[in-house]
């Protein structure tokens, strides 16, 4: 759907960046190749998809914010399996002893493989959720005449985290503000935090309810054929890099399988 072809009174959802404003199924799209092509040719290849994630989150002006998303998640889980893998598979070659442990070189050599992978296929997730905000998402969704009930479910996936963050961060300010140390050593730190799971937990189930009152006043189960406000536009160049990254994905497979075969 472009300007001109968009229905009256139907408003275009669009982003001033180029490459947020491509369409949400154009980034998953994307997202899908890069992480089917990290998968074939090893650790030069996730490398090489590495790469092009950071070099389409520059150019979608999401750096910061997908290097804070993807840091505390996709990288700490990567670094966690390699030092647990090269401490407790037993193997022949010792690289250092800690304490009763042994780090071996097999158990280093089977994290790295299976971190590599996990790399490969979060990041390109990681980058398709900065660069496509989840409003764009959910209009792109219900275009594609996906469930409303399905469509409810990957949005609220989505925003679990960021609405839970914010619900933390204001329960710690109501706890700085009577007087509750919070910003000490770590320790301190874990200590604040235990108290704030309990309303956290009771704002999440009561937010639940709320949601549900909100989808049913404005007829979430209502049948029937159903008129949209918003759209997400579907251009041309949209079209092309889709059927573009299709392609290269089939002859990145097709060359992978002859490299097997021979």
């Known amino acids: 759907m472009t300007a001109a072809t968009r229905p009256a009174g139907v408003e275009l959802v669009t982003e001033p960046n180029p490459v947020r404003n491509l369409n949400p199924t154009t980034v998953g799209v994307g997202a899908f190749v890069l992480a089917v092509v990290s998968q074939l040719f090893g650790l030069w290849s996730v490398g090489a998809v590495l790469l092009a994630c950071f070099v389409v989150a520059v150019a979608a002006g999401r750096l910061r914010r997908f290097v804070k998303a993807w840091a505390p998640t996709v990288l700490l889980l990567s670094a966690v399996i390699v030092t647990?893998?090269?401490?407790?598979?037993?193997?022949?070659?010792?690289?250092?002893?800690?304490?009763?442990?042994?780090?071996?070189?097999e158990g280093f050599e089977r994290g790295v493989t299976f971190a590599q992978r996990i790399m490969g296929v979060a990041t390109p997730i990681v980058l398709a959720t900065q660069v496509s905000s989840r409003r764009r998402v959910m209009i792109e969704l219900e275009r594609r005449r996906l469930p409303p009930k399905a469509t409810y479910v990957v949005v609220a996936a989505l925003n679990l985290i960021p609405e839970m963050g914010k619900q933390l961060s204001t329960i710690l300010d109501a706890q700085r503000a009577r007087g509750v140390e919070t910003d000490a050593n770590w320790f301190v730190r874990v200590r604040a935090f235990v108290p704030t799971l309990i309303p956290l937990i009771l704002t999440s189930v009561l937010s639940v309810e709320e949601k549900a009152l909100a989808l049913q006043s404005r007829g979430f189960m209502v049948t029937g054929k159903k008129t949209a406000l918003y759209a997400v536009a579907d251009t041309r160049t949209d079209r092309v890099l889709r059927a573009a990254l299709l392609v290269l994905l089939v002859l990145v497979v097709a060359g992978r399988i002859l490299l097997w075969a021979w």
Do not use: C, K, S
Request: charged share 15%.
């Open 84 to 105: 647990l893998q090269t401490l407790f598979i037993p193997g022949e070659t010792i690289l250092v002893r800690v304490w009763i442990l042994d780090a071996t070189l």
